[in-house]
């Protein structure tokens, strides 16, 4: 039906830059909310950064570092992360509340994971 594919995780010193992508495919008819969600080792998933009707939204401790985006006609949402620093080390998560062809509300789809990594 709907799969979602993360890519742009790795392993960055302290202050460098990553960017996450995530794509959805499959019988899409519209995606209305997308978000950037991680979690650490031994910690509940906390949301990072959420994007719906071109406006924007970061929690604290990212404000001012990251920067959510997307891409309506590739079904595309990234997120830029500069001057990372050692607590941002995660596995991140995207999450598009999506509404499939058939289908009559939207539903949420989540993403396989992709590992931040990040030396001091």
């Known amino acids: 039906q709907v799969q979602l594919v993360e890519s742009g995780g790795g392993l960055v010193q302290a202050g460098g830059s990553l960017r996450l992508s995530c794509t959805a495919s499959?019988?899409?008819?519209?995606?209305?909310?997308m978000a950037w969600y991680r979690q650490a080792p031994g910690k509940q998933r906390e949301l990072v950064a959420t994007?719906?009707?071109?406006?924007?939204d970061y929690s604290d401790s990212v404000k001012g570092r990251f920067t959510i985006s997307r891409d309506n006609g590739l079904n595309t949402v990234f997120l830029q992360m500069n001057s990372l620093r050692p607590e941002d080390t995660s596995v991140y998560y995207c999450?598009?509340?999506?509404?499939?062809?058939?289908?009559?509300?939207?539903?949420?789809?989540w993403g396989q994971g992709t590992q931040v990594t990040v030396s001091s």
């Open positions: 994007i719906s009707d071109g406006l924007t």
């Open positions: 499959g019988s899409i008819s519209r995606i209305n909310a």
């Open positions: 999450n598009l509340r999506i509404r499939v062809a058939w289908a009559v509300r939207d539903n949420d789809y």
